[in-house]
């Protein structure tokens, strides 16, 4: 099955900042689910977002759809250093199929 | 507290071995899956299961044979058959049918190793 994409593959940033994570994809979809996972851990679900929503927020989590441009992208405020973790997006396609991107790996420096 | 419990945590396979990977739910959830996970890569469907004693071939099958016969259960046999068996292998499960609109949970994993 098709893969999706997602970038950055890696990121680092400051703790504190914000971290934007994205996540393209080339076939319609249902939905549009992002996972956390800690290292050695298994997935974490944090927020699913369906084709008739553009943006939906979990506490300092912020996702955005845009299905015209085939993307999603994932915005974490003020990170703290917990959030270091590989994030995963995941989409439901039309023929109701799970595709789970290759993860993006975020690394908060104290 | 409601989860998913795999073990073990690390297994270690012998040539021409076949080995269980254990997967166990007390979420009542009617739905799970076995996902493999390969170093950078995304999650792999291996199989899923909607209802007790009926599963379905994912992605990857070949290599992999499983069974339902408890809602709670879903193990996962590695048979000799998988050449390439060495990777981190998730179970998952999520309350009504198979990739419908609902999140999965998962349990933390089972690392499998080739002797």
């Known amino acids: 099955s098709q893969q999706g994409e997602e970038d950055p593959q890696a990121l680092s940033i400051q703790e504190g900042e914000n971290a934007t994570m994205n996540c393209s994809y080339k076939t319609s979809i249902n939905n549009l689910q992002w996972y956390r996972q800690n290292s050695g851990r298994g997935l974490v679900h944090l927020i699913l977002?369906?084709?008739n929503e553009r943006e939906k927020h979990s506490g300092r989590l912020r996702v955005t759809l845009d299905t015209s441009k085939k993307s999603s992208s994932l915005l974490i405020t003020a990170s703290r250093a917990a959030d270091t973790a590989s994030y995963f997006c995941a989409r439901l396609d039309s023929n109701y199929q799970l595709i789970w991107g290759a993860g993006t790996k975020l690394i908060i420096k104290p | 507290d409601g989860g998913i419990t795999q073990s073990p945590k690390y297994l270690f396979r012998k040539e021409g071995q076949n080995v269980t990977l254990s997967c166990e739910q007390n979420l009542n959830h009617d739905a799970m899956y076995w996902y493999r996970q390969d170093p950078g890569q995304g999650l792999r469907l291996i199989y899923y299961?909607?209802?007790?004693?009926?599963?379905q071939k994912g992605d990857i099958a070949e290599g992999y044979s499983v069974s339902r016969e408890k809602k709670e259960s879903f193990p996962l046999t590695v048979t000799s058959a998988q050449k390439n068996p060495t990777a981190f292998y998730l179970c998952a499960s999520s309350t009504r049918g198979v990739f419908e609109s609902q999140p999965q949970h998962f349990g933390d994993g089972t690392r499998l190793s080739i002797l």
């Open positions: 299961s909607q209802i007790v004693n009926d599963f």
């Open positions: 977002i369906r084709s």
